[in-house]
């Protein structure tokens, strides 16, 4: 449902971005071995350690310098007096190479990670403990999940001793989990984050950390795509083109097995031509840096407004984005050409000529893309060719359809329009995010929401044909489809309406500006529970960054990991962490629609030291306050990337929202919690906490 949701959301109000919810990522097993079946006492033997990896995810090796920035595999084994190590351990067929984001050499493995120690054995029944610990990423999510384990070599068979030659043990040792395995102690990176009170706790890191994009979004993202390519075909410049080409292969083709294998083929080689761009942007943006950067950072994000206006222009009919002729008139001479060869370049011209009316629809898809991993680009761009493609392809097996289709006339070029007012809705979002990122002030949620109605109130008059552009044919009548159209979008502007005034608007949430940014909200509470807002804030005394940043339904609470850490000392509460970001679409929607709830809310006010903490904020600190961190060696100056730093380098995750509650003594009290709009599911989250502070 939820994709059904964002897909309806995404077709009538603009290209959103999709952001799916955190995902567990289950534990690799480890196979464990020995490289000879017997052993005698004094002679050693190599112990195997060997653990598939699922594919499009890879697995970080220890054949590099901790100090590049990825967790790298480590293997303590435990001291026994009937064993001693030999040498190092020794990766088996892991590949080193640069890595951009961490700006260094890497060690990783792919489908199949092997470690080799060897040892020497010096009693019989030896007992050989490893604790390890070792990090697994995916190409696809960009999901990072650190994960510790505890194994054990038992059965291992050592002649010469009488009392155990007779035992017969498979030389296969398997693995065995010890009891109470996550007690082991491991030696772990240092915390990273010079901000954070020090307790002399070891540092807490948990699996689980997700990068924002994971495979809910990766599908989402797809499908959305695919209706990208299909709402291509119904422009000015590609449904004429439908019934021609078609045409051209039934009429053209000695049988229909000929008219079938040119229509695949054809259709393959609209798929491959924008995969192959895909391909290009696909160097581009790989990493969580980047993907941070381009998404918060003033630079992509004005540029992206500026590149959204220009394509809503283009579709309102102010001008055409189109391709040089010579080189259009240059590939279309090539189609004539006999095979394959032809039939590629006769879909290369329809990827030109349509460029004008495809153009916009792309480019979106790429900057939504662009700051994902390596895959999204590619398959993004495979899925929009393969929605293009297709009525190309349906049309060649079942010609007698082209006698349906509707004739080709203005109401193509009222898509286009149509498109255009999205595109211009749209744009203003990607401004919005610097925007609530410096802290600007100029797109607070009332002139965002009063930007909207205006936007798509014309587009409703547009549909009702009050509104003509220079493209438009005259209408001399009003259509059932338009007038549905035009019912649903006067529908969402009396929808917009209310939200001038405080109205939540969750259908929306995440896709407007925050609700504190709204000046005149006649939503506030009057009464008693705004009154004990007023004195839990006094109480609170003087709350770093409160001019900066507001929580949600009147909350109180902090922004600062120290301050929170010690007021939750001296009342003696459990402190809910709320990892979010200003650009957090779903931060947006679970605020809106989670803790919103009654209970949910209650047990935030009474039960917790609620501390936000903005990963994306750009305002910089102090210089006295800024530190190097331990995790990248980057230093950190604004609260964003200290906040960031907070949670990948002590929570190993990166994903926002991400909700952790911890005492103040900095222990987790309960596993961490990332985007869920169960709101029965929040409130046995914040009930464990509770139960676990009460018990200590």
Same mark, same amino acid.
């Given at each position: 449902?939820?994709?059904?949701?964002n897909?309806?959301?995404?077709l009538?109000?603009?290209?959103s971005?999709?952001i799916?919810?955190?995902q567990?990522?289950?534990k690799?097993?480890?196979e464990?071995k020995?490289?000879?079946?017997?052993?005698?006492?004094?002679?050693?033997?190599?112990?195997i350690?060997?653990?598939?990896?699922?594919?499009?995810?890879?697995?970080?090796?220890?054949?590099?310098?901790d100090?590049v920035?990825?967790?790298?595999?480590?293997?303590d084994?435990?001291?026994?007096?009937?064993?001693?190590?030999?040498?190092?351990?020794?990766?088996?067929g892991?590949?080193?190479?640069?890595?951009?984001?961490?700006?260094?050499?890497v060690s990783?493995f792919?489908?199949?990670?092997?470690?080799?120690?060897?040892v020497?054995?010096?009693?019989?029944?030896?007992v050989?403990?490893?604790?390890?610990?070792?990090?697994?990423c995916?190409?696809?999510?960009?999901m990072?999940?650190l994960?510790?384990?505890?194994?054990?070599?038992k059965?291992?068979?050592?002649?010469?001793?009488?009392?155990?030659?007779?035992?017969?043990?498979n030389a296969?040792?398997t693995?065995?989990e010890?009891?109470?395995a996550d007690?082991?102690?491991?030696?772990?990176?240092?915390?990273a984050?010079d901000?954070?009170?020090?307790?002399g706790?070891?540092?807490?890191?948990?699996?689980?950390?997700?990068?924002?994009?994971?495979?809910?979004?990766?599908?989402?993202?797809?499908i959305?795509?695919?209706?990208?390519?299909?709402?291509?075909?119904?422009?000015p410049?590609?449904?004429?083109?439908?019934?021609?080409t078609?045409?051209?292969f039934?009429?053209?083709?000695?049988?229909?097995a000929?008219? #079938?294998?040119?229509?695949?083929?054809?259709?393959? =080689?609209?798929v491959?031509i924008?995969?192959? &761009?895909? @391909?290009v942007? $696909? +160097?581009?943006?790989?990493g969580?840096?980047?993907g941070?950067?381009?998404?918060t950072?003033?630079?992509?994000?004005?540029l992206?407004f500026?590149?959204?206006?220009?394509?809503a222009?283009?579709?309102?009919?102010?001008f055409?984005?189109t391709?040089?002729?010579?080189?259009?008139?240059?590939?279309?001479?090539?189609?004539?050409?006999?095979?394959?060869?032809g039939?590629?370049?006769?879909?290369?011209?329809?990827?030109?000529?349509?460029?004008?009316?495809?153009?916009?629809?792309?480019g979106?898809?790429?900057?939504e893309?662009?700051?994902?991993?390596?895959?999204?680009p590619?398959?993004?761009?495979a899925?929009?060719?393969?929605?293009?493609a297709a009525?190309?392809?349906?049309?060649?097996?079942?010609?007698?359809w082209?006698q349906? #289709?509707?004739?080709?006339?203005?109401w193509?070029? =009222?898509?286009?329009?149509?498109l255009?007012? &999205?595109? @211009?809705?749209f $744009? +203003?979002?990607?401004?919005s995010?610097?925007?609530?990122?410096y802290?600007?002030g100029?797109?607070?949620r009332?002139?965002?929401?009063?930007?909207w109605?205006?936007i798509?109130?014309?587009?409703?008059?547009?549909l009702?044909?009050?509104?003509?552009?220079?493209h438009d044919?005259?209408?001399?009548?009003l259509?059932?489809?338009?007038?549905v159209?035009?019912?649903?979008?006067?529908?969402?502007?009396?929808y917009?309406?209310?939200?001038?005034?405080g109205a939540?608007?969750k259908?929306?949430?995440?896709?407007?500006?925050p609700?504190?940014?709204?000046?005149f909200?006649?939503?506030?509470?009057?009464?008693?529970?705004n009154?004990?807002?007023h004195?839990?804030?006094?109480?609170l005394g003087?709350?770093?960054?409160?001019?900066?940043?507001?929580l949600?339904?009147?909350?109180?609470g902090?922004?600062d990991?120290?301050?929170?850490l010690?007021?939750?000392?001296k009342?003696?509460?459990?402190?809910?962490?709320?990892?979010?970001?200003?650009?957090?679409?779903?931060?947006?929607?679970?605020?809106a629609n989670?803790?919103?709830?009654?209970?949910?809310?209650?047990?935030?006010?009474?039960?917790?030291?609620?501390?936000a903490?903005y990963?994306d904020?750009?305002?910089?600190?102090?210089?006295?306050?800024w530190?190097t961190s331990?995790y990248?060696?980057r230093?950190?100056?604004?609260?964003?990337?200290?906040n960031?730093?907070l949670?990948?380098?002590?929570?190993s995750?990166?994903a926002?929202p991400?909700?952790v509650l911890i005492?103040?003594?900095?222990?987790?009290?309960?596993?961490?919690?990332?985007?869920d709009?169960n709101?029965?599911n929040?409130?046995?989250?914040?009930?464990?906490?509770?139960?676990?502070?009460?018990?200590?």
């Amino acid at each position: 449902m939820q994709i059904i949701r964002n897909t309806i959301l995404l077709l009538l109000f603009g290209l959103s971005p999709f952001i799916g919810s955190a995902q567990i990522q289950q534990k690799p097993t480890w196979e464990l071995k020995t490289s000879k079946t017997e052993v005698n006492m004094g002679e050693e033997i190599e112990l195997i350690f060997i653990s598939k990896i699922q594919k499009y995810w890879y697995m970080y090796s220890s054949d590099f310098s901790d100090s590049v920035g990825p967790t790298v595999a480590f293997f303590d084994f435990a001291k026994h007096p009937s064993y001693q190590l030999v040498g190092k351990l020794k990766p088996v067929g892991s590949h080193k190479h640069f890595d951009e984001v961490f700006e260094g050499i890497v060690s990783t493995f792919e489908g199949k990670a092997e470690f080799r120690q060897r040892v020497k054995i010096i009693q019989a029944n030896p007992v050989i403990k490893v604790a390890i610990e070792f990090q697994e990423c995916s190409k696809v999510t960009g999901m990072c999940v650190l994960f510790n384990d505890d194994l054990q070599f038992k059965n291992i068979k050592v002649t010469g001793v009488a009392e155990n030659a007779s035992q017969n043990i498979n030389a296969e040792t398997t693995l065995t989990e010890l009891p109470n395995a996550d007690s082991v102690s491991t030696q772990q990176k240092p915390n990273a984050i010079d901000t954070a009170s020090k307790t002399g706790n070891e540092t807490q890191k948990l699996g689980g950390g997700v990068s924002g994009k994971n495979q809910t979004s990766l599908w989402g993202f797809l499908i959305f795509a695919f209706l990208g390519g299909l709402i291509a075909v119904i422009t000015p410049c590609v449904f004429p083109m439908l019934p021609m080409t078609v045409t051209f292969f039934t009429k053209k083709s000695e049988s229909r097995a000929q008219a #079938l294998q040119r229509a695949f083929s054809f259709g393959l =080689s609209i798929v491959g031509i924008y995969a192959s &761009l895909g @391909l290009v942007f $696909a +160097f581009f943006g790989l990493g969580a840096d980047f993907g941070n950067w381009l998404s918060t950072h003033w630079v992509p994000n004005v540029l992206f407004f500026i590149i959204f206006i220009v394509f809503a222009s283009s579709f309102l009919g102010m001008f055409e984005i189109t391709l040089p002729h010579q080189f259009v008139n240059s590939v279309d001479s090539k189609s004539s050409m006999g095979s394959f060869a032809g039939i590629f370049f006769m879909a290369f011209t329809l990827v030109l000529v349509s460029f004008s009316c495809t153009g916009p629809i792309v480019g979106s898809l790429l900057i939504e893309a662009v700051g994902g991993n390596f895959i999204k680009p590619l398959l993004g761009m495979a899925a929009f060719g393969a929605g293009l493609a297709a009525p190309f392809t349906l049309f060649a097996i079942f010609p007698s359809w082209i006698q349906n #289709l509707p004739k080709s006339g203005g109401w193509l070029n =009222s898509v286009k329009v149509v498109l255009g007012f &999205l595109e @211009l809705a749209f $744009a +203003f979002k990607f401004l919005s995010i610097p925007d609530q990122t410096y802290h600007w002030g100029l797109l607070d949620r009332e002139i965002y929401i009063a930007i909207w109605i205006v936007i798509f109130f014309l587009m409703g008059l547009y549909l009702l044909g009050k509104i003509k552009f220079s493209h438009d044919s005259d209408m001399p009548y009003l259509g059932v489809p338009r007038m549905v159209m035009a019912i649903a979008t006067f529908t969402f502007v009396l929808y917009l309406l209310p939200g001038l005034f405080g109205a939540p608007l969750k259908a929306l949430a995440g896709y407007l500006p925050p609700q504190e940014t709204l000046d005149f909200d006649l939503s506030k509470s009057k009464g008693g529970s705004n009154q004990n807002a007023h004195e839990a804030k006094n109480e609170l005394g003087e709350i770093r960054f409160n001019n900066l940043f507001h929580l949600p339904h009147e909350l109180q609470g902090f922004f600062d990991y120290k301050q929170a850490l010690a007021y939750a000392k001296k009342v003696n509460k459990p402190i809910f962490i709320d990892f979010t970001g200003h650009g957090c679409v779903n931060c947006r929607e679970m605020e809106a629609n989670v803790w919103s709830d009654k209970e949910v809310l209650k047990r935030l006010q009474n039960d917790y030291v609620v501390l936000a903490l903005y990963v994306d904020d750009k305002t910089e600190l102090p210089q006295n306050e800024w530190y190097t961190s331990t995790y990248d060696q980057r230093e950190k100056k604004t609260i964003g990337k200290q906040n960031a730093d907070l949670q990948i380098s002590r929570y190993s995750a990166n994903a926002q929202p991400y909700y952790v509650l911890i005492d103040a003594n900095e222990k987790v009290l309960a596993e961490p919690k990332a985007y869920d709009l169960n709101v029965a599911n929040f409130v046995a989250f914040l009930e464990t906490g509770k139960k676990a502070f009460s018990a200590k």
